[in-house]
């Protein structure tokens, strides 16, 4: 059986938790209390060494450590259906904007929430290593994040699905992002009517709820 350690709270892991729906991969999950500091603790890091989640344990017991990994793991193996492309076109498409999503949208979150949170003092960077909060590094998140929101809504112009004209990975890691937003203040407002569209028809995704 396929394990996914997981936390409800976060949002990387919710990134495989939806990617696991979408594809109807069976599995157990097992809850890691980022809010106690379980993935610091010794036995976590028997686990993954790496202090976070998700990681996924596959039947042979190879632990798959990230998204990129989970991702292309679980597409290669679950091929339908197709989430990052079929074409050498659209799998670099899909490829851009799930990075641009990642490096944009979900990096903006964590450095406006890591560098201010007073819970995450000197956790200002996930893993076993402790680093300092940078508070300069709060405010240019979010105006990083805003900016975020500005390009996904004029992204969705006319479209139903951020990368190509169906739905792929690239859809999943914006409505984490976006989501995730919400914990910093920063939500789709009347400013972004392709991207309230674009969430409002996602959100009919049974694995959007999770
Ligand atoms: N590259 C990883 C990032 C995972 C990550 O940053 N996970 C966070 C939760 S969203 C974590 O484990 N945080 C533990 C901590 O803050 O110590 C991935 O996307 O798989």
Same mark, same amino acid.
């Given at each position: ?5 997981? #936390? ?15 594809? #109807? ?19 976590? *890091?028997?686990?993954? @060494?790496? #202090?976070?989640?998700?990681?996924? *344990? ?22 339908? @259906? ?17 990075? *641009? ?16 949170? @007073? ?68 939500? @789709? ?22």
């Amino acid at each position: 059986m396929i394990t996914l350690y997981d #936390c409800t709270t976060a949002p990387s892991p919710r990134r495989a938790r939806i990617l696991l729906a979408e594809k #109807c991969v069976a599995h157990e999950t097992v809850q890691v209390d980022l809010k106690s500091s379980e993935q610091l603790s010794d036995a976590y *890091r028997k686990v993954n @060494p790496q #202090c976070t989640v998700p990681a996924l *344990r596959i039947e042979d017991g190879t632990l798959l450590t990230d998204n990129a990994a989970i991702t292309a793991y679980l597409e290669a193996r679950y091929p339908e @259906p197709r989430l990052l492309g079929s074409t050498p076109i659209e799998m670099a498409e899909i490829a851009s904007w799930n990075w *641009r999503i990642e490096f944009e949208g979900l990096m903006a979150v964590a450095e406006a929430l890591r560098n201010s949170a @007073p819970a995450m003092a000197n956790r200002a960077l996930p893993g076993p290593v402790d680093y300092q909060q940078i508070p300069e590094l709060a405010q240019r998140g979010v105006s990083r994040l805003q900016q975020f929101f500005a390009t996904l809504n004029e992204r969705l112009t006319g479209r139903d699905f951020i990368a190509t004209d169906r739905f792929s990975i690239a859809d999943i890691t914006a409505v984490v992002a976006v989501d995730f937003a919400r914990i910093v203040k920063v939500k @789709p407002s009347e400013q972004h009517p392709n991207l309230q569209r674009w969430r409002e028809s996602m959100a009919r995704r049974p694995a959007m709820s999770l």
